[in-house]
Each structure stands twice: as C-alpha cells, then as structure tokens.
C-alpha cells in the first residue's frame, strides 16, 4: 500500500465544491482516538475520524493550519491528504460502487502542526453508526511512536510535517494486523523527567490532554477499556550520555498513575529502538528498576518489553525507518499475541 500518494486533485477540486448533498452531518460516525469534543477537534498523531455512508460520494469540509496530512482509507484502499489552511470542502470519494463505504482519516502528523478540526461531512446517500473494535490499545511516547521522520530518504536530513507518518510506526502497524484501535499520545523530544532540549513540560504534563495544545479543562473523547498500555519513553532523558537522577522516581508514579486510570490493562514499559549501547545499558536499567518498584508494591500487570532490533537503514535524525518499524511491529503483535490472546482478527 503506498501511502505517499498524495490526493492533490482532491484538494484541489475540493476548493470549487458547489454539490447539494442527500444528507449533512456535524459529527463523524466515530472519533478515532484521543480528541477535544467541545472544538471538534484532534491533534494528537494517529488521531481522526471514521465515516460510515451508504452512497455514492463523501465531501468533508475540515479547518487546520495547513501543515498537516492525513491517511485516508477507504474501504482499505490508502492514500494520503494534504490540509490547506482555514476551513475547506475536500472531495474525499465520488463515483464510487453504490453501497456501504466506511472512510477512516487519520494524522499522519504531530501536535506540533497544529490542530485539525471536523465540521462537516456530506453525502448523496445516508449515514449511519459505526461500532468501534473491541480490541484497544493505548500508547504514550516519544517521536519513535509519533512518526517521526519515518518518510525521509536518508538519516541526514531534518524532519518535518512532509516526512511525518504515524500509520507506518511499530504501533500502528501491530493495531492493523491485530484489528486493534491504537491510541497514540506521543511528542517529539518528550521524555520522562527530562526533554530532549533540556527544557519544557515532561510527558506527565500531556497526557490527559484533548490535544497536545489544549491546556484549559475541555472535555477529552478517548476510548475506555484498554486491554494494553504501551510506554515508550526514555530515549530523550538517557540520550546523548544523560543520567537524569529522578528518572526511576518519575517513571514509577507515572506508572502508578496510569494503573489508576486503566485499572485491568497490561502495561508495557518498553524502550528502544534508537539509544546507543552504552545509554540504551543505563535507561534499561532504569526502566526495570521502576518496574520492580511497581512490581513490589503489588502491581501485577506490569512487565518490560525490549523493543530494539539491528537496523542499517534510518529516517530522519536517525530515527527508526519503515523497514525497523516493522520489525519492532512484529515485537510488539507477538507480545500482544501470547500476553492477551489476541489471534488474527
């Protein structure tokens, strides 16, 4: 599936869109992970939408800064969609087969784009309801999990909203080929008690958000029920000869905190793939150490997972290239596999 391709003649034709729809909707079928219900709005990587429509044809009229793109998936056919800026009517489908078509949109950019924001979506059919997967899966990370660089050509260039693709991480991938929603809460340079600028809010400070800008009290649509919580975070705090001294203190109440909010999920405390030997030595012994402490204290859903694979082929800075993605993908599907029997869908 190439996902590079890029729908310019949808927004471009979008831009003259005079149609009469059969019918209008102010609501998608279903939000697609963690999103600002108030603004109708997502930001969040791997964030979106998923219509459901009986008919022909789908226009959906979306806002953003006109820095972001998303994977479109209709019916399981990928293509990607580039925003413009302010509020446009984009031609997602025309002339297809008259029946049932369910569309999915997801960012395949970061919070640092800016928000993305639903407002309508129209049809010459009818809409109806879509029933969200059973199996969910929860995230928090870094730029690994955010797609960081992911497209890029070569390790040497520099990331940006271009090179950016949540839909090929290690995650995402393992969600589809275990028919699993996958929520995503990462940020490029987040870490756990330190950032890899050295300065900013920690991971701690982000993760009840609606979107990665939101910091007022709105409301926040995220799925309930995870089965499985992974974290994926460290590579910024150990990075670069760092030893932060609070790590294994921070890491324990942030899992602590999420044993709160997800009461009955395994929770992962994974690591890798991009630290070198000598910090990758440090931060492993760090993360288990504040796996034990949990451990101890009686949490017995909880268990270390090493995601790091040999890989000559790099994105952006270094970062894991499609190929190594897969690879860890394939960690992370047989260990959902064995720990919550989830076969092939």
């Not at 800064?65 to 009517?89: E, F, M, Q, W, Y």
């Not at 260039?157 to 090929?168: D, I």
């Not at 589809?176 to 929603?181: F, P, S």
Request: with cysteine; net charge negative; charged share 20%.
């Amino acid at each position: 599936m190439n996902v590079r391709s890029c729908l310019c003649s949808v927004v471009l034709f979008a831009m003259g869109v005079q149609s009469v729809p059969a019918a209008e909707v102010s609501t998608p079928s279903r939000w697609i992970g963690r999103v600002d219900v108030d603004r109708h709005e997502f930001g969040w990587p791997g964030s979106g939408i998923e219509i459901g429509f009986q008919g022909k044809s789908l226009i959906l009229t979306l806002e953003d800064t006109g820095k972001n793109s998303l994977v479109v998936d209709i019916d399981g056919a990928i293509s990607r969609l580039d925003l413009l800026s302010g509020s446009r009517p984009y031609r997602i489908a025309e002339d297809l087969p008259d029946g049932q078509h369910l569309v999915r949109l997801t960012r395949r950019t970061e919070g640092m784009f800016g928000d993305t924001r639903f407002i309508s979506a129209e049809t010459d059919g009818t809409f109806f309801n879509v029933t969200p997967p059973s199996r969910q899966l929860l995230v928090i990370g870094d730029s690994i999990s955010a797609g960081y660089g992911v497209e890029a050509e070569d390790k040497g260039c520099k990331s940006g909203a271009n090179a950016e693709n949540q839909y090929l991480t290690y995650a995402a991938i393992a969600g589809r080929t275990l028919g699993a929603d996958v929520t995503t809460l990462a940020i490029s340079g987040i870490g756990v008690s330190r950032n890899g600028s050295g300065t900013g809010e920690t991971m701690a400070a982000f993760i009840d958000r609606p979107t990665p800008s939101k910091t007022a009290a709105v409301t926040a649509n995220s799925p309930q029920g995870f089965q499985g919580v992974v974290v994926n975070l460290g590579t910024n705090d150990f990075g670069g000869g760092q030893r932060p001294p609070a790590f294994v203190d921070d890491y324990t109440s942030l899992l602590a905190r999420l044993r709160d909010q997800h009461p009955q999920a395994l929770i992962y405390a994974a690591l890798g793939p991009m630290l070198s030997d000598a910090d990758f030595a440090a931060a492993e012994t760090a993360v288990k150490a504040a796996v034990e402490l949990r451990t101890t204290a009686g949490d017995a859903r909880l268990q270390y997972l090493r995601l790091r694979v040999n890989s000559k082929n790099f994105g952006c800075d270094w970062h894991p290239s499609p190929s190594t993605h897969a690879a860890l993908a394939e960690i992370l599907t047989q260990t959902l596999r064995r720990d919550l029997n989830w076969s092939a869908p």
